[in-house]
């Protein structure tokens, strides 16, 4: 299943716009970019050992909120069942775009796992965290927390991994424009002769 192309153009161009280095210059090396690998491996653990934590983290805000349901005051009710809600739907969609972005290199994947992550995951989280009002339980606030760190920690590394990405698919770029110039050069040397010849 992929994204449909109009987001990925829109994340895309977002990516190469919010990542890119500007004072970067060319690759550091001079080995086939086309070889490198790009995604990032502690990225890809944070990711996995999140896969597991989350069910976890599900089941003990749901036993929490049964325990604490008849203290809190309804709009907080309503509001507590809707993050929860949220939050599962969305750390889905987080979670699926964070492995195809990571494993397979793709930059528009890895930039809806970013802005997921950190405009939409990270405040609901620490919403749940910070607001003294839903009177939050010792083992709720320990969960928030974990959740909370792995969140932190997965978009500061998604945020270098995609800065690493985009460079090296700009240097692609450049590269294969590189070699149609020369590859136009050629041709004209070549005309050239042939019209000398006759």
């Known amino acids: 299943m992929e994204l449909p192309d109009p987001v990925r153009r829109r994340l895309g161009n977002f990516s190469r716009t919010v990542f890119r280095d500007s004072s970067w210059t060319g690759p550091e090396h001079s080995e086939d970019p086309d070889n490198e690998v790009n995604s990032s491996m502690a990225l890809q653990m944070a990711l996995y050992f999140n896969t597991y934590f989350f069910p976890l983290w599900w089941v003990g805000s749901i036993l929490m909120l049964h325990m604490k349901y008849s203290f809190l005051p309804d709009y907080y009710k309503f509001i507590v069942i809707t993050i929860i809600v949220l939050v599962t739907l969305i750390e889905a969609i987080r979670l699926y775009l964070g492995y195809m972005g990571n494993l397979q290199e793709k930059v528009p994947e890895l930039a809806g796992f970013w802005l997921l992550s950190l405009l939409l995951q990270l405040p609901l989280i620490l919403f749940l965290l910070l607001n003294e009002s839903i009177t939050s339980l010792p083992l709720e606030k320990a969960m928030h927390i974990i959740f909370t ?3 932190t920690f997965q978009v500061i590394l998604a945020f270098y991994t995609l800065k690493k990405m985009v460079n090296h698919l700009a240097a692609r770029f450049h590269l ?23």
């Open 176 to 198: 294969h424009d590189f070699d149609q110039l020369s590859a136009n050069r050629e041709d004209m040397r070549r005309m050239r002769s042939c019209i000398e010849e006759i």
């Open 149 to 151: 760190m792995f969140l």
